[in-house]
């Protein structure tokens, strides 16, 4: 059966946002006397929603305090400090062209990604972005962000695809029972691979014909 709809990570899958990322960490770790980290130190920690990260990366800090104070931050330093990942703006807009079905599915605030879809000139080409805030809090790697996803856009799981960078993306589509490729940007556990490893973003116009 061909693919109807491709879903979509934001961070590590569409843009490099990991300078905002760590920017707003360190800014919570100075705020509790804690020393900066790198970004590559802190890109390890990404991916499973940012009540973890925070409790990983500010420990001892009250979560919910350490949240509040990363948003803050993040609001005025995600825009100028995320840049697309190479050909992710010419690929997306063709797909889109073919008359594929995109949506993305991230465990960033969902206010934060819409905002970033936006500033990075693609929002006309997903019909839907969604978050952790849509689906009752309950980020990857609960299905439920990517099930809502697919009801949205009116595709059945074997209809779709969903494109990421990490474990946490294969887990997810696993429970929801989607294809799910990942982009060369991220890592996985060994145990965990994806149905498909992509040599480049754009390999996905060869892949979804559309």
């Known amino acids: 059966m061909p693919f109807r709809a491709a879903l979509f990570d934001f961070d590590g899958t569409l843009a490099d946002s990991f300078a905002a990322i760590t920017s707003s960490t360190n800014h919570v770790r100075r705020s509790y006397g804690l020393p900066p980290m790198t970004e590559a130190e802190v890109r390890g920690y990404v991916g499973f929603g940012l009540d973890k990260l925070m409790s990983d990366l500010v420990p001892g800090a009250p979560v919910g305090e350490a949240v509040a104070r990363y948003r803050e931050h993040h ?3 995600m825009v100028s400090e995320t840049r697309l990942l190479p050909n992710v703006g010419d690929t997306v807009r ?4 073919r008359g594929l ?3 993305v599915c991230s465990n960033k605030r969902v206010e934060f990604t819409r905002e970033l879809v936006r500033a ?3 929002d006309e080409y997903f019909a839907y972005v969604l978050g952790p805030d849509d689906v009752g809090d309950r980020a990857k790697p609960d ?3 990517l ?3 697919l009801k949205r856009l009116e595709v059945s799981p074997a209809e779709a ?5 990490m474990v946490v993306d294969v887990r997810t589509a696993r429970a929801a029972g989607v294809e799910v490729w990942l982009v060369p940007t991220g890592t996985t556990d060994p145990g965990e691979e994806p149905d498909r490893r992509l040599t ?3 390999e996905l116009l060869a892949l979804l014909a559309g």
């Open 75 to 77: 609001a005025g330093v």
């Open 161 to 165: 695809v969903y494109v990421g960078d």
């Open 94 to 97: 063709a797909l889109a062209g």
């Open 101 to 103: 079905k995109l949506a």
């Open 120 to 122: 990075l000139g693609l």
């Open 200 to 202: 480049s973003f754009e």
């Open 143 to 145: 299905p439920a962000m």
């Open 147 to 149: 099930l809502e996803g």
